[in-house]
């Protein structure tokens, strides 16, 4: 009896830890939460709400993903996530469908497919080769994680994105490879802090100098009355 008591206490206790360390973990996914409160209640549900234009925003399933077609580089039309973005990065859905492709171009040979990382076209997912745009030139297609690329296979080395495929779990993992999109936002949010930053330095660097007129008086009567002893 008694030891069937112990046990099942140590099973609840273990089980609290693990609780304690998974909450733990969620904070530090968070935005910089790092408070360590490990249970706070109401720390479960907005965490993703506060990051909604982070890199990689994944395009909605279903989406027609439509591009310009110039050589210099696929120029995005929609969706929004895209619009007049240069080769821009499309971070799908595993599993999901989409499709992609161009209406209109700059008049020069154009096709589209998609690739994997080896820059093997998957599952025949490629177009003909031509210089007018429209329905022939969009592929429909189920995002699966070998996916790596959209190229233009006449300007594969101007006309080239990636895919990042958002699986389950996974998207940790994908965002060292959006490095490059991190950095455009980086630069943004520190536009914003630069001037945060500069309106608090300001006040501090008063509160210094009172601070140090202050203490220079102090020093000058300590000094003195060292030199009367
Ligand atoms: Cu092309």
Redesign the pocket.
Known sequence: MRDSTRATRRNVLKTAGAVGATAFIAGCNGNGNDEPDDEEPDDEEPANDEEPDENGEAIEPGTRIEFD???AG?VGIEPEEIADEENPTLTLQEGEEYEIGWEE?DG?????EIRDEDDEVIDDLETE?TDEGGDDQFLEFEASEEMATYV?????T??VGDIEIEGNGEAEEDEEDDEAEDEMDDEEENGEDEMDDEEENGEDEMDDEEENGEDEMDDEEENGEDEDE
């Open positions: 077609a110039q050589t696929w171009g020069s040979q154009h096709n589209i080769i233009c296979e006449p300007h594969e101007t006309m």
